[in-house]
């Protein structure tokens, strides 16, 4: 039986407008009637993440950047977790390399070079708050993620694996969107999250599911007992899952609650 449903926040929860639709918040005050504890983890920034917590009622920790930094809903730290002092300067100039655009969070801060970039003004859209131009990054520290951006989906997946090789476990590099590549701290993934969120509240993993559609999703699907691949998923992605529910634009988060977790609970 399903006790806690970990879900992924763009490409599932809300929709490409980034909006949460009314069948989701009912599917998730059906989950709160029926008992079942929701968390949501995301590369987001916690700032990013707080227009969901009134309309979902979130009572649990968020997972920001991957869970490199949890918070509780009122954004108040829980744990952090930062990329090697070391490792920033040489991880930027890797991912530049490729030709990508390179964007580094720090705490509350959205720092970029080009506030043209591509994909700024929908990430700015997406967090609701507008980035910080600097002229370098140098010097930068205590830095939460560092995300490579490129419209071009094969380079930026060269990238990540040209990352993963570099820095082999001193890093976690995956592709939170096809044109995201993330890097975190080793233990800032989603599959930690499921741990963290197993211990916090005495949930055996095999008692969570989670729910997502990218590539970075695919660590919380090992874990957890019970996993759900969006329909906007890639087929790698959808084969990494339990089940499959319908496209974030279908309600496919609120479908899966619908479908495969609530009739259990009944």
Do not use: C
């Not at 983890?41 to 700032?47: D, K, L, V």
């Not at 599911?209 to 874990?223: H, I, R, Y």
């Not at 992605?237 to 899966?256: E, I, P, W």
């Amino acid at each position: 039986m399903i006790r806690l449903l970990l879900s992924d926040v763009d490409g599932t929860l809300v929709n490409k407008e980034k909006d949460l639709t009314p069948r989701t918040i009912a599917a998730v005050r059906d989950l709160h009637d029926a008992g079942v504890l929701f968390a949501v983890t995301s590369g987001r920034p916690p700032r990013g993440m707080s227009m969901l917590v009134e309309p979902l009622a979130l009572s649990t920790p968020i997972a920001a950047f991957n869970g490199g930094l949890v918070v509780e809903p009122d954004l108040d730290v829980v744990e952090e977790r930062v990329v090697r002092r070391d490792l920033v300067a040489p991880t930027i100039e890797l991912i530049e390399s490729f030709e990508l655009s390179v964007w580094v969070y720090r705490g509350a801060d959205w720092l970029v070079l080009d506030p043209d970039g591509p994909h700024v003004d929908r990430e700015a859209h997406t967090v609701r708050f507008e980035p910080t131009v600097v002229a370098s990054f140098e010097g930068v520290d205590e830095v939460a993620k560092i995300v490579g951006v490129s419209d071009d989906y094969a380079t930026v997946a060269a990238a990540a694996n040209a990352v993963r090789e570099k820095l082999g476990d001193d890093a976690s590099a995956s592709r939170s969107q096809p044109y995201y590549l993330d890097v975190t701290h080793p233990d800032a993934n989603k599959g930690y999250v499921v741990r963290f969120l197993s211990e916090r509240y005495g949930i055996p993993p095999a008692e969570i599911a989670t729910m997502g559609d990218g590539p970075n999703d695919v660590l919380m699907f090992a874990p957890s007992g019970l996993s759900i691949a969006m329909g906007n998923a890639d087929p790698e992605v959808q084969r990494a899952a339990t089940h499959v529910t319908a496209t974030n634009d279908q309600d496919g988060f609120a479908d899966a609650v619908e479908r495969f977790i609530l009739p259990e609970r009944s």
